[in-house]
Structure formats: C-alpha cells, structure tokens
C-alpha cells in the first residue's frame, strides 16, 4: 500500500504566474485535505475535497481552487502567485470511515520569485 | 471558532529526560484533538488523537496527552526523551464529525534533544 504522494517536490515560479501542484491519495481514502505551511508556522487549512465536491474552505481568497478526480487524486491550483504564496503545500487524506485521522504527504516547496 | 495555542516555540531536553510540550484549545464545542510531529522535509505524522473517549491517550514513540477540560489544556509528555525526538511538533483541534479533516493547527514547537 502506497502513502500520499505528492509533486512537484519543489518548484520556482515568478509572481503572477499561475502554479499547479498535485496529490495522489493514499488506496481507499476519498476525502483530500489541502494545507498551506508557511515558514516557521503551523498548516493553515485551504480546503478539502470529499467525492469530487469542495468540502468545506479555510481563509483562502478564491485564487486558490482545487479539483478531485474520480480516483480521488487531487489538483491545487493557485493563480496571480503573490510572494507570500511562497510555503510549504500539503496534501492530507483519509478513510471515509475514520476522516478524523488523516494521512499526510511530504508537501510541496513552493517559492516564488 | 476554535484554535490552539502551543507555549513555547523552542524547548531543549537532555536524552532522558522529561519531554513536556504544551497545548491549550480553545473551541465552542467538544474539540477534537490531535498532536502531530514533523521531521526536516517531510509531512505531518500523527502522534496521538483525543476524540471523547478516554482523556489519557496514549500515542505513538512512548508519547501521550491528557486532555482536561477545566484547563483547555491537551499536553504532550514522554518519560524519556530519546535523540530520535528531535523534530517539531504541532497541536491541532477540530470541532468534531462535521469539522474532521479541517485541522486548526498551533504555531509548532520546535524540540532539541541533547546528549
């Protein structure tokens, strides 16, 4: 059985570009969670995809949206990057009988220039 | 709303010794409650959760926390500490079935272990 896997591992991109970073859930989970770790912070809650449908937002502006797809894998895209967009993204996933524990991924680095 | 609020953001123990990390909560229902740890470069690991069972909850790694209600406090100890503790920990609560996987993290708490 394969964990959270995510990617890129680390990417660069400039203001105002766009970015998409990607999660592919652990076998039979189907509630994604997205997070955002700023450095030396805890996560801050973005949003969380259960069977393809947002699930529930944290404070984020609507730049930043998501997609789940059939095998529950999960896009999150963030548009007009901004410097303080620069952190570490986190993909969590759980099992649709247990969504109180939730499995995380490595993350992704991403800074923008 | 709920929150958390970890005390201390850096805490240096010898190897064996105590390993106190503190949390307290603030939420308008039951709270859920959860530590997590977080070694360089990697995700989040579950530690130990408090879901209205027991409110000793023992975790993984020799941790454990005790939730106390009068106190809003869910503390994090281990006995004794070892090298391999080294890492950074976070408390986080969520409000229940309706809020699972919508964590509300603390700040984190970095922890040294020295020999």
């Known amino acids: 059985e394969t964990g959270v896997t995510q990617s890129p591992t680390h990417l660069i991109k400039t203001r105002g570009q766009q970015v998409t970073l990607r999660c592919s859930s652990q076998?039979?989970?189907?509630?994604v969670s997205w997070y955002q770790q700023a450095l030396g912070q805890g996560p801050q809650f973005i949003f969380q995809?259960?069977?393809?449908?947002?699930?529930g937002r944290g404070n984020f502006p609507p730049r930043f949206s998501g997609l789940q797809f059939p095998n529950y894998s999960s896009e999150l895209n963030v548009n007009a990057l901004e410097l303080d967009d620069s952190a570490l993204y986190l993909c969590?996933?759980?099992?649709?009988?247990?969504?109180?524990?939730?499995?995380f991924g490595p993350g992704t680095r991403l800074t923008v220039l | 709303a709920q929150s958390v609020t970890q005390l201390g953001s850096h805490v240096s123990v010898s190897e064996g010794a105590l390993v106190l990390l503190r949390c307290n909560y603030s939420?308008?229902?039951?709270?859920?409650l959860f530590w997590y740890v977080q070694y360089p470069n990697q995700g989040l690991q579950l530690l130990l959760k408090?879901?209205?069972?027991?409110?000793l909850v023992k975790g993984i790694n020799g941790f454990e926390a005790e939730f106390k209600k009068s106190e809003t406090s869910f503390h994090l100890t281990k006995p004794s500490a070892h090298m391999s503790d080294a890492a950074e920990y976070f408390c986080?609560?969520?409000?229940?079935?309706?809020?699972?996987?919508?964590?509300?993290f603390g700040a984190g708490t970095q922890v040294v272990v020295t020999p």
């Open positions: 969590a996933s759980s099992l649709p009988q247990s969504t109180d524990t939730q499995y």
């Open positions: 076998s039979g989970h189907n509630t």
């Open positions: 995809y259960y069977r393809e449908e947002e699930n």
């Open positions: 939420s308008s229902v039951p709270p859920y």
């Open positions: 408090y879901t209205s069972a027991a409110t």
């Open positions: 986080a609560v969520s409000d229940g079935r309706d809020s699972w996987g919508k964590l509300q």
